[in-house]
């Protein structure tokens, strides 16, 4: 479990303390994949890189299993650090060396194995990850997602139980992204690791995510599951990651030129794929038109978010017969 009590941070520039990270709590527990959203500025590369001391608080503690890592001396972080692996953006892999010398490094500077114990443990991370093949290779031969992949290998190397994700995929292309991410499910479930990314894109979020938090300004505005969090948005920053607009009334405007009540119903589960807005329809004599839509999945969880205008009818026992059926109803335009 990864906690943050009360932690804060502000960069001192120019003799000023400029806050990144206001007093914050966090509770992260094991064996979670917890996402961190936010607009460029937010503050998350600042809570990421506090979780492996990468940057010290200014204030608060952080607990990591159960031990202050604000407290370690420089013995305690190294040994600590071996537990907390982490990949980036772009990749940081060493261009003068092998692939296998890649993934093998954590391992040589932690000095606990021997030659034969590196290979072994290197041939092992990379049919992990998918590059028995290419462990001669030297990064700049590699594709993007490969690269990813070594960061990855490199980063389970000494089997921490931690792996801080810092944009893993934001350089990616979607269909790269989508296996870097699937990988990532993977070795969570496997070796029950677990993840904290960042990033600042929704899908990351809702393919991998079992909680996410949503920062701005230097602090965390709303967390929860992913589902509660991006079905029921709550914050404005939240409902313009979710929805591209910060409010409901901004959101109606968009449809000015639409007659009739203007609902957004958000389906999960099986009713998502229930024939349920046909036979509202007959039984109300309501007439609808769908003016934006979305169906899709949390994880493995199904969803479905459209956006609607009531005609005639009576709207009322629509609304009603909706809700009866668990689906949520927000009116938009009433
Ligand atoms: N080393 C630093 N020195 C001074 N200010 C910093 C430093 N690192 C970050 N900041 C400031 O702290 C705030 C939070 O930055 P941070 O990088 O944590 O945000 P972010 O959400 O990760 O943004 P991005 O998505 O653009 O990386 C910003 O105002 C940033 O300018």
């Keep these: 479990m990864i906690e943050f009590q009360q932690v804060n941070k502000a960069y001192r520039v120019g003799g000023r303390d400029i806050p990144a990270l206001h007093a914050t709590d966090l509770t992260i527990e094991a064996g979670q994949v917890y996402g961190i959203i936010g607009h460029s500025g937010a503050g998350k590369s600042t809570l990421l890189r506090l979780i492996n001391r990468l940057e010290e608080p200014s204030n608060g503690r952080i607990m990591v299993a ?57 041939a092992s991370l990379l049919d992990r990850v998918g590059l028995s093949d290419h462990a001669s290779k030297y990064p700049a031969q590699l594709s993007g997602g490969q690269k990813q992949r ?24 979607p269909h790269t992204t989508g296996q870097v991410l699937q990988l990532l499910s993977e070795i969570n479930r496997e070796l029950n690791l677990t993840i904290v990314l960042i990033t600042h894109e929704m899908d990351v979020i809702r393919r991998v995510c079992d909680q996410v938090a949503v920062m701005d300004g230097g602090r965390i505005v709303e967390q929860g599951t992913v589902a509660d969090v991006f079905l029921h948005p709550q914050h404005p920053t939240t409902r313009s990651f979710v929805f591209g607009s910060e409010s409901a009334e901004d959101q109606a405007d968009d449809f ?35 003016l934006a839509g979305r169906i899709d999945r949390i ?4 969803y479905g978010q459209l956006t609607l205008a009531l ?20 009116v938009l335009r009433g």
Excluded at 299 to 302: A, V
């Design 256 to 290: 000015g030129h639409v007659s009739g009540q203007i609902l957004r119903l958000t389906f999960q589960g099986e009713s998502t794929f229930a024939p349920l807005l046909g036979q509202v329809a007959r039984e109300t004599g309501v007439d609808y038109s769908i």
């Design 299 to 302: 994880r493995d969880l199904p």
């Design 311 to 330: 005609i005639g009818g009576d709207l009322s026992a629509a609304r009603e017969r909706l809700a009866a059926a668990d689906v949520h109803v927000e």
């Design 150 to 173: 070594v960061g990855i290998a490199r980063a389970l190397a000494t089997e921490p139980s931690i792996l801080l994700c810092d944009e893993a995929t934001s350089a990616l292309d």
């Design 66 to 122: 159960g031990e202050d890592t604000t407290a370690l001396n420089a013995e305690g972080l190294r040994r600590f650090r071996q537990r907390v692996g982490m990949i980036f953006q772009h990749f940081n892999l060493l261009s003068s060396a092998t692939v296998a010398d890649n993934v093998a490094l954590p391992l040589r500077l932690a000095g606990s194995a021997n030659r034969q114990q590196i290979a072994a443990r290197v």
